[in-house]
């Protein structure tokens, strides 16, 4: 089995190349961050969170500048129609890619006050955008332009573009980061990264179950990750979820069994599905962009 993993439970072999290698595939950020893939031109897209720029990537024309300044984006997605949705944590938004190229804030406020800093989101296959807001945007020089909080506190929020919207559906985190669906969308993944400025603050992952494909219920903690926080998630297609950590990805079962780590030599902020196939794990990681094949795949769209 290659260096870069280690194996905890068997189940892990089945996810990985025995030949397996991670790859460096771009370097010079600031701090890496959303990483998203395009199929129609095999291009990832990703945020240099602290450098305030969107940047991309591809294999021809090497790592160019998409956006600068880009307020101060963070994760990245994609909409059913294959636009890009961003969380701006500068201007408290979530924005969207439009065709004619300009950027459009899709919600920006909750009962009549501001967003916190939106930080990541998933688009459920329904078309509803659900992200999550915690505070860094406002307290952390590098990730925004600062500002007061208006928000009562740090939630998950669903937000229908249709119709504008927008919900509290996950109330009882600290500092609610990545998110996403297993396989069958029936549950949610949410990472807890207050650990990370509040001393003895949590850094797990929480599952909910969700009703109705509206409302979120029997919230629980899902996994404890150590070392440090985690912050990105997502799930291939056995329900298998991929968090990032200090020092590696770590791929847990959906019965919360560590299978093992994917190692990284810089701490793993956010991840993605890419290639032809879905089958490459793309790491945004410290100062680079890395990859990684593997024998599964994501499951997000498009």
């Known amino acids: 089995m290659a260096e870069a993993i280690e194996i905890y439970d068997e189940r892990m072999r089945k996810l990985v190349r025995p030949e397996a290698k991670l790859q460096k595939i771009a370097e010079g950020v600031v701090h890496s961050e959303g990483p ?50 961003s969380c701006s944590s500068g201007k408290r938004a979530i924005i969207r890619h439009e065709y004619d190229g300009q950027w459009k804030i899709l919600v920006d406020r909750y009962q009549g006050k501001r967003l916190n800093s939106p930080n990541d989101l998933v688009v459920k296959r329904d078309g509803t955008i659900w992200f999550t807001d915690p505070p860094y945007g406002i307290t952390e020089p590098h990730q925004g332009y600062g500002g007061e909080q208006e928000q009562p506190g740090c939630f998950v929020y669903r937000f229908d ?33 207050a650990a990370f400025n509040i001393p003895q603050g949590p850094h797990h992952i929480r599952v909910y179950e969700v009703v109705d494909n509206r409302e979120v219920t029997n919230g629980r903690v899902f996994a404890v990750i150590n070392p440090g926080q985690p912050d990105g998630l997502r799930v291939d297609e056995y329900g298998n979820i991929f968090a990032t950590s200090q020092d590696s990805v770590q791929v847990y079962a959906s019965d919360g069994t560590c299978l093992g780590k994917i190692l990284v030599p810089d701490t793993s902020a956010n991840l993605t599905f890419g290639g032809p196939q879905r089958d490459r794990l793309l790491i945004a990681a410290g100062k680079s962009l890395y990859a990684i094949d593997l024998n599964t795949r994501g499951v997000q769209q498009p």
């Open 36 to 85: 998203v893939y395009f199929h129609e031109d095999e291009s990832i897209v990703w945020s240099d969170a602290h450098d305030n720029r969107l940047l991309r990537w591809s294999a021809s024309d090497g790592v160019s500048v998409l956006r600068n300044p880009s307020d101060y984006q963070s994760g990245n997605y994609r909409d059913l129609e294959g636009r890009l949705v």
């Open 161 to 193: 573009p249709a119709t504008s919207e927008i919900n509290a559906v996950v109330t009882d985190m600290v500092r609610p980061n990545g998110l996403t669906f297993s396989p069958d969308e029936n549950l949610l993944y949410v990472s807890d990264t």
